[in-house]
């Protein structure tokens, strides 16, 4: 939709741009949102490689269970476990173990 025929082209110019440094947005959507911003706002728009991700990466894990889970938490879950004073001495080596096994420093 051309700015002209947008209800609110700030809030309109704003998802765009916001598109363009989500990690999340697929490289097709964020060249979309580059076309637009520069075609319909006149804005000049820098390809930068914005390389978001989290410390431990964004892959799935599979948990015990064979549900698939985000390695994110799954790291922090067992990171809590693996400090934390009122889990047994052997849970807390499973947990430094588990944290071994996905290549975390377990002491970090």
């Not at 964020?30 to 914005?50: C, M, P, S, T, Y």
């Amino acid at each position: 939709m051309p700015r002209s025929q947008s209800p609110n082209p700030t809030r309109q110019e704003a998802g765009f741009k916001a598109a363009l440094n989500n990690p999340r947005v697929s490289s097709s959507a964020k060249q979309n949102a580059r076309h637009v911003l520069e075609d319909q706002f006149g804005d000049v728009i820098e390809q930068v490689d914005v390389s978001g991700g989290s410390k431990y990466g964004d892959e799935n894990v599979t948990s015990s269970r064979g549900v698939e889970r985000s390695r994110n938490n799954v790291v922090r879950g067992y990171k809590a476990a693996a400090h934390n004073l009122s889990n047994t001495e052997a849970g807390r080596q499973h947990a430094r173990q588990s944290l071994e096994d996905l290549g975390v420093n377990p002491d970090e």
